[in-house]
């Protein structure tokens, strides 16, 4: 049932009016629409929506130090968000005989904050106006073709939350005219069946992890009229296989949480990324900076980046400290943080493992070794789920009696992984 | 020739339903590079959050497997998804009642 923007702007006002009188949202809702009804209704009455990477009991509790009046807008029956909760309002609102006008929102109004882990345990905003956003959005739908007059449907694989998700399925519906999908399909055999159910031209907006697995699934694909991937590079083959399979053109983006998006490219015709009108990358001390268009200051790339030109980079993968899992970003010093603030833990290191130890789909998750006497893998397991995102728990958490640390105190990464390697081969005695 | 039933056989899972729950055990192992033996796998712990601890990301993987391996295709709207991945033993049972190959 498709929902027009009438109902649209009834559904925002009501929502505006029970959100109270806070000036942050935690918009919690999974059912895209909602999510989108929650965003433009924090909008008109002047809030900020506040969006974490993961709700954590650790991350809600930084969050309401970080903004006491924070209310948590949700449409679960079982929210367990440590918040004061609003429910969102089930039903859609009446429509009234005077349709509510679209409403204006300045540039220059605090829309969202985004948080990135940090390194020292506290998560660092990232403010983001309104019209920072829009601008951005706006180069991308140029770049995917998407700024014409024709309207097409947007269906996404990833939760609007996520940086990558707000712009290039809630915020590309809203600033270009564009339908949404409120689903957010996960099984391959979903996403093929909400993509045939949404009306041409329709497009996907996805990961190399949802993409890869509908391909191998065997799921009989729908025709689509254009597949997006970001949060991390898709390989040379798998670009050109989704390419064929859809019949039809693959466009990548690359960006960041603090950035937003910056860059894309079409890989089966190119390795390189082009950058968005005004935004350039310059290089400071070995480190990948970029400002300019609609990055509000100039910002440290957490991947390595080799200019080609103006306006062209390659992408060289991510510095040694950043986590990437995905599209799940953190950096070990934050883990690190995390890991030695548990009770009973004497040292600990999260690591690389490598890719030799990636799953099946190529999924590399991270590693740790941890000095606890007194507590089993067990319980550390326990202490840290309460504090990161679960796809950041260690595989595996190795109880060691010392960590390999040099005279200077430093922990080489390579020395991780041989007394991990060497306590793995011994059946996991010290 | 006929079969012997003695009458002190077990009626609980027929042996084919406890090779599948193995056989499973070991297909997600295999696939997500856990550190754990299948056999040490509680057959009916949780696989998602607290016990096995895996996350959406390993679901997808373990639904591509059990797609490739038994012609399954697991759906998100279906009402006995939360149940399916309640532990290895549902996951198994599921497969086996769907299973095309």
């Known amino acids: 049932m498709p929902i027009l923007a009438t109902q649209f702007l009834a559904d925002l006002t009501r929502v505006a009016q029970v959100l109270g009188g806070g000036g942050h949202v935690l918009n919690a809702c999974a059912d895209r629409y909602q999510f989108t009804v929650g965003l433009a209704a924090s909008l008109v009455s002047g809030k900020v929506s506040l969006l974490p990477s993961t709700h954590t009991p650790e991350v809600i509790r930084q969050l309401t130090a970080f903004a006491p009046d924070v209310v948590c807008l ?90 990558y998700g707000l712009e290039s399925s809630v915020l590309l519906a809203l600033a270009c005219g564009h339908a949404l999908c409120a689903e957010r399909p996960f099984y391959p055999a979903d996403i093929a069946g909400v993509l045939a159910a949404v009306p041409r031209p329709r497009i996907l907006i996805s990961t190399p992890i949802h993409l890869r697995a509908l391909l191998e699934s065997g799921t009989a694909l729908p025709p689509a009229d254009l597949i997006v991937s970001s949060t991390a590079p898709l390989t040379a083959q798998l670009a050109a296989e989704v390419e064929q399979r859809f019949n039809t053109r693959l466009l990548e983006i690359y960006g960041s949480t603090e950035t937003g998006q910056i860059s894309a490219r079409r890989p089966t015709h190119t390795p390189e990324w082009r950058l968005w009108p005004g935004v350039t990358l310059s290089v400071r001390d070995g480190e990948t900076w970029a400002q300019g268009g609609h990055i509000e200051q100039p910002t440290r790339m957490c991947d390595v980046l080799e200019m080609t030109g103006e306006e062209t980079f390659l992408l060289h993968g991510r510095v040694a400290d950043l986590v990437n899992i995905a599209g799940k970003r953190s950096s070990l010093a934050y883990l690190n943080h995390q890991l030695n603030s548990i009770p009973g833990v004497l040292d600990g290191a999260f690591f690389h493992f490598g890719d030799s130890r990636a799953s099946h789909a190529g999924v590399a998750r991270v590693a740790a070794c941890v000095v606890a006497p007194q507590l089993d893998a067990a319980r550390v397991v326990q202490e840290l789920r309460r504090r990161i995102d679960p796809a950041f728990l260690p595989r595996p958490l190795l109880l060691v009696e010392r960590l390999p640390r040099t005279s200077t105190g430093k922990l080489p990464q390579e020395a991780l992984r041989s007394l991990a390697a060497a306590h793995l081969q011994s059946g996991g005695l010290p | 020739m006929s079969e012997k039933v003695s009458p002190l056989r077990q009626p609980a899972a027929p042996a084919s339903a406890t090779t599948l729950v193995r056989e499973v055990a070991g297909l997600i192992v295999a696939a997500l590079n856990l550190d754990v033996a299948p056999a040490d796998i509680d057959p009916d712990a949780p696989l998602y959050g607290e016990g096995l601890g895996l996350d959406s990301i390993d679901i997808l993987e373990i639904a591509l497997v059990v797609s490739k391996q038994y012609g399954v295709q697991l759906r998100a709207d279906s009402e006995e998804n939360e149940r399916i991945f309640g532990s290895l033993r549902q996951l198994a049972d599921y497969i086996a009642a769907h299973r095309t190959k």
């Open chain 1, 74 to 163: 949700t449409d679960a029956v079982d929210c367990d968000i440590d918040l004061p909760r609003v429910p969102f309002p089930g039903g859609g609102a009446a429509l009234t005989a005077n349709p509510a006008p679209v409403p204006a929102i300045d540039t220059a109004q605090l829309a969202a904050c985004v948080f990135t882990s940090g390194s020292t345990g506290t998560p660092v905003p990232h403010r983001k106006t309104w019209g920072r956003l829009l601008a951005c959005v706006r180069e991308e739908a140029n770049r995917l073709g998407l700024s014409g007059s024709s309207s097409c449907t947007i269906v996404a694989t990833v939760p609007p939350q996520h940086m």
